[in-house]
């Protein structure tokens, strides 16, 4: 699977910018730039690894097509591993068109998505971990979920991962040798003393899989959904938790239609903030696909906000939202506060979070933000967590695996199965932990991982 073909892209976003870099890597990188470059000080040959120079690009008619700023990276000491080579040119669309024609005319291929970090995993420069780690670094929409990305990229996955295998194998070695020898020449095979330590394991391979609960937020965000009949002021609340007017503020009822969308970030936790249909019986078409659209996100909502008018006596179709949330999952909202309140609270016992508020004057708002961030701490699965977090469903199903293998180790332990076959359990369960750094995962596998990386990384 190793290639050694020199291939280019942009590693800079399309669009206009002070500057964009292509950058080019493998065996042939520093001969291709070699043949287009005219150093203002040296040569490509003679410059040195890691170091910026100044120079310009020459097609073959000896025209420039761009002055830049060039570094070379040599290999084995490049994010590749191969030879690297970027060039930083000025950010222009057709600047940096004509620049990758440049290199592309001199032999080099077009980088396919993710293939630079795929050859820096082919190479060994990253284990899939933290290959994975890449994209969530770059994709990463909140504080809390860039940390966690760099942690993995700085290999405290790879560590806890490898941590596990280290005792799974000392495990094992000790069967093989049981397995091979007879037990007059080794001693007698003390499985108990094997227990302890990979009861341990499964222990901590277990937490692990579990903090994929707060993996998943950081990752994909919390989603929060405004639910309430309409006209109650869901639109008016969306505007006023995001402090801009985005949603549509309508006076006639039931013109909040289709899922409006809107991403925050609050206590750290990237947010999606819904906006979702007016929820009513009503045999407008349009209508009954948002409201069914409703029923289904507030099934899968992290958090519904779940609006009434205060001014206003509870109707049937406020009820019938009530209906759609979980109690645990809901704050109740009672907006309209500025105006003599006709609302009939007692309708919410068993719902124990309840704020009021004016999203019109933009009272309560910002105690409500605070319900909010309390609600979503509270739940411990996304209290700060100070250790590693896993974000990958990939992950989480390679330890279930692992965990499902040294169960069923523990399980046959105490019976007078063969201990090739208790050695077969652990084997398994080296196998799947190593699908987590890329030692064993097929190569299907492999191509999806790097296939969501952006071109040019
Ligand atoms: P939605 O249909 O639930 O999205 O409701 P809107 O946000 O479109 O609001 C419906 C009406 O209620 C509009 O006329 C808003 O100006 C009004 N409204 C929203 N919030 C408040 C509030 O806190 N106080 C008062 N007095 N009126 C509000």
Known sequence: MLSTDT?????????????????????????FFAEVFRGKTTTPAKMKSHQLYLGGLYNGREELVDEVLAVIMRGPRSYTGEDVIEVHCHGGAQILRSVLDLFLETGARMAGPGEFTQRAFLNGRLDLAQAEAVIEVIRARSERASRVALDQLGGSLSREI????????????????????????????????????????????????????????????????????????????????????????????????????????????????????????????????????????????????????????????????LELCRPEKTLIVINKSDQAQLCDTSRFVGFKHRIAVSAKYNQGVTALGEAIVRHLTEDSSLADNEGVVITERRHREALLGGIEALDGFFAAVDLTVPRECLAMDLREALGALGRITGETTPDEILEQVFGRFCIGK
């Open 162 to 321: 490898y941590g596990f295998t280290g005792q799974i194998k000392d495990a094992l070695v000790l069967l093989e040798a049981h397995i091979d020898f007879p037990d007059d020449e080794v001693g007698e095979l003390d499985l108990s003393a094997l227990l302890d330590p990979l009861q341990q394991v499964a222990r901590q391979m277990r937490s692990l899989a579990e903090s994929f609960d707060l993996g998943r937020v950081l990752r994909e965000g919390i989603s929060i959904l405004i639910l309430g009949r309409p006209n109650v002021g869901k639109s008016s609340l969306m505007n006023a938790i995001l402090g801009e007017s985005r949603a549509i503020v309508t006076e006639v009822a039931g013109t909040t239609r289709d899922t409006l969308e809107e991403q925050l970030v609050l206590a750290g936790f990237p947010v999606r903030l819904i906006d979702a249909a007016g929820v009513r019986d009503t045999h407008d078409p349009v209508e009954q696909e948002g409201v069914r659209r409703a029923r289904d996100k507030a099934t899968s909502a992290d958090l519904v906000l779940m609006v009434v008018d205060g001014s206003a006596p509870l109707q049937e179709e406020d009820l019938l939202a």
């Open 7 to 31: 291939i280019v892209a942009p590693a800079t976003p399309p669009g206009e910018g002070g500057i964009g870099i292509i950058r080019m890597s493998g065996s042939r990188a520093v001969a």
